[in-house]
């Protein structure tokens, strides 16, 4: 998620949220959640995860979210964070995931050098992920995707995982 005023930041995290708005179904963590600013679509219990990991142990969710956030980890990484993902999402739950497609990263690197969105947030961006290893990443930790899509003009993803 985003820490700053930037206006089309705003935006293009508002637009994440009304994605996900309607399956934000019982107890829910927040996966690289920033301040919590989702908190407020959330009915049942809330866990806010940023950088301490620790607090998604000996805890189960329904729904597991992660808006713009694997694009900030290490491809690796990301993999080792869905095997956890697998062991404390409840049978029935779901993850919902968007990240920039490899088709943004030259115009999400123009908009920063011009201002219009927040260039430390940009330069922070590890890897920009294929529909493919969206679909590997779920493979190989035990999970299938159920939805895919492209929005907003293709420069943006959703996946739907969901226990294999």
Do not use: C
């Not at 206006?7 to 996900?20: A, G, H, N, T």
């Not at 049978?91 to 219009?116: C, D, N, S």
């Not at 992920?129 to 895919?148: C, D, M, P």
């Amino acid at each position: 998620m985003i820490d700053n005023p930037m206006f089309l930041d705003k935006l293009l995290q508002s637009y994440r949220f009304k994605m996900v708005r309607p399956y934000l179904i019982g107890d829910v963590m927040d996966f690289g959640g920033n301040k919590g600013e989702l908190k407020r679509f959330v009915e049942g219990r809330y866990l806010n995860v940023n950088y301490d990991h620790s607090v998604m142990e000996n805890t189960h969710f329904d729904t597991i979210v992660g808006l713009a956030v694997i694009e900030h980890i290490e491809f690796d990484e990301v993999f080792k964070i869905f095997y956890k993902f697998k062991k404390i999402l409840n049978r029935e739950g779901r993850i919902f995931l968007t990240t920039p497609t490899k088709m943004a990263k030259p115009v999400l690197e123009f908009w920063a050098f011009l201002g219009v969105i927040d260039r430390g947030s940009i330069v922070e961006h590890k890897h920009y992920w294929s529909k493919k290893e969206i679909y590997q990443l779920a493979n190989e930790t035990g999970f299938v995707i159920k939805r895919f899509k492209k929005f907003q003009l293709g420069f943006n993803q959703l996946a739907v995982f969901e226990h294999r």
